[in-house]
């Protein structure tokens, strides 16, 4: 479901999505923001009930979702009809996009008229339209480009202009026609020739109103409103008989909604990532599913998406832990080691380079987000006219399908590591962190292990315990550990044969 605050001239109409499987419950019930022309949409998932769709049907809704999406995508119909002529017939269907009916049109769930405006055709529709209401003093039937059509035709459709090449969805019928002014000299007609070099034979039908397509934008980029100003666009008057009709009917409403569908789904396809991340490693761990979804997104998202969350909290807070963690495990099970050896093993575990190679143990660069998103290059579903996806299964649990290679940095994937640990840390507490930390393959606990000491130091001899203990409100089991992270390297007496770079390694 579509809202919009503010007001706005265009009604928003909400779109459907038919997927044959059960999305999670959290995905199901979904909701977020989109920044939208100085305004803010909220979009909301919501479960509408089973839809059954014939062999018919489906290819119908294909074609439907198709033209629409590639229209408002690519702005061209010569690559329209080139795309439509590598459809595949026998193709699995992915999932569709399809317009939902008014309140007052239900049980229905999908807008059919709608759907069917892809299979306009002039002949069809002039026989089928003798009894349409339509404006006063308007004709019944006007001359198209490709024909005669029923005026009614024309009041909410896309149309094609080959004098211009662009292409307009029709918002109604003026009260205008070619020997109207236009402007305060010429009229549409003697626009239209000296312009373009066109004469009007019909210069007595009534113009049609029409507005340039919407423009398919990134409405998940932070700050988006402020960083691009909108452009306004103003309706223009066109003659009938310079129109080729797309399609019809069809409101701009719809065209309106289905533009923000490219970074709705995005959104849900980031998600979907998510899940899988999260499943997989699930799959391994015998542990509560209390992590959000959203938060696992959150973590595998970098600065370059340039959208609302990133990575950047989670990874300080990963990163912080990740660190104690090391540390603690190697000064209890590394007791006798110096403090340089436990430094270059600590290094060893928590390096960008360690991190990246942990990561890409479990695959996770591919479920790393790193670019802002672009709309012209989102796969539109069903569409395999681009680039094919190959199919991957990881660790013989999860099917993935992979679109492309690319690049990334080992600092980039080590900062998600960090961010990962950080969303368990944050979520589900210590032991989920040190779960996930293990199925990376770091290997670290926090079993108590008692600190083995070979000499003995009566630490009231060289501080007040009591005192420091209470300033620091904690009672110690082992005081000597206090005088141990005391007593600096430079400053030894042969009754502390240690000094404090070892329980500092713990600290850092």
């Known amino acids: 479901m579509l809202k919009k605050g503010g007001t706005n001239l265009i009604l928003m109409s909400n779109p459907v999505i038919s997927h044959q499987n059960w999305l999670e419950a959290e995905l199901g019930s979904l909701h977020f923001d989109l920044d939208v022309d100085r305004d803010r ?34 702005h061209d119909l010569k690559s329209l009809n080139e795309r439509m002529d590598g459809d595949i017939l026998g193709a699995e269907t992915d999932y569709l996009l399809l317009p939902a009916t008014a309140k007052h049109q239900r049980p229905e769930i999908i807008d059919w008229p709608c759907v069917n405006s892809v299979l306009f055709s002039c002949k069809k529709n002039v026989e089928s339209h003798l009894n349409c209401s339509l404006p006063e003093g308007c004709a019944r039937i006007v001359q198209t480009k490709d024909g005669p059509v029923c005026t009614c035709l ?74 691009e100003k909108e452009s306004s666009m103003p309706s223009v008057e066109l003659p009938p008989e310079l129109c080729s009709i797309v399609m019809s009917p069809i409101s701009i409403n719809t065209f309106y909604s289905f533009s923000f569908v490219p970074s709705i789904m995005h959104r849900l396809e980031s998600l979907l990532i998510a899940a899988n991340l999260k499943m997989m490693h699930l799959d391994h ?19 370059k998406c340039q959208e609302t969350f990133d990575s950047e909290s989670l990874e300080t807070l990963g990163d912080s832990f990740l660190k104690y963690a090391v540390s603690q495990q190697l000064f209890k099970t590394c007791q006798d080691q110096p403090e340089g050896v436990l430094t ?18 479990r695959k996770l660069p591919g479920f790393i987000r790193d670019e802002s998103f672009d709309p012209e290059r989102w796969i539109i579903p ?19 399908y992979i679109r492309e290679t690319r690049k990334m940095e080992s600092e980039t994937v080590a900062d998600v590591v960090e961010a990962l640990i950080g969303a368990f840390l ?17 290997k670290v606990d926090f079993h108590v292990t008692p600190y083995e000491r070979h000499f003995q130091i009566h630490a009231e001899n060289f501080v007040n315990v009591r005192h420091l203990e209470s300033l620091l409100n904690y009672s110690f089991r082992d005081p000597s550990l206090l005088v141990e992270a005391l007593i600096h390297g430079s400053y030894m007496l042969p009754e502390i044969p240690r000094c404090n770079y070892q329980v500092n390694l713990i600290a850092m």
């Open 344 to 361: 270059s093993k600590k290094e060893k575990i928590i390096s960008n380079a360690a991190l990246c190679e942990f990561g890409c143990y």
């Open 41 to 74: 949409l909220t979009v909301n998932f919501k479960y509408v009930g089973v839809i059954n769709l014939s062999t018919d049907q489906v290819l119908l809704c294909r074609r439907f979702q198709k033209t629409l999406l590639r229209v408002l995508i690519h």
């Open 382 to 400: 069903d569409d395999r006219s681009g680039s094919a996806l190959s199919e991957e299964i990881l660790f013989n649990t999860r099917k993935i």
């Open 154 to 227: 024309l009041q909410n459709s896309l149309v094609y202009t080959p004098h211009t090449d662009q292409m307009y969805c029709t918002t109604g019928i003026l009260e205008l026609n070619a020997n109207s002014r236009r402007g305060k000299i010429n009229s549409y007609k003697k626009y239209y020739e000296e312009r373009h070099g066109i004469k009007l034979c019909f210069e007595h039908e009534s113009l049609v109103r029409g507005r340039p397509i919407f423009r398919v934008k990134n409405y998940l980029q932070r700050c988006r409103n402020q960083i």
């Open 426 to 442: 944050s979520i589900c507490g210590e032991t989920s962190a040190l779960l996930f930390m293990d199925w990376l393959g770091i």
């Open 285 to 303: 761990c015998n542990q509560n599913d209390v992590l959000p979804i959203s938060k696992v997104l959150e973590a595998i998202t970098t600065k």
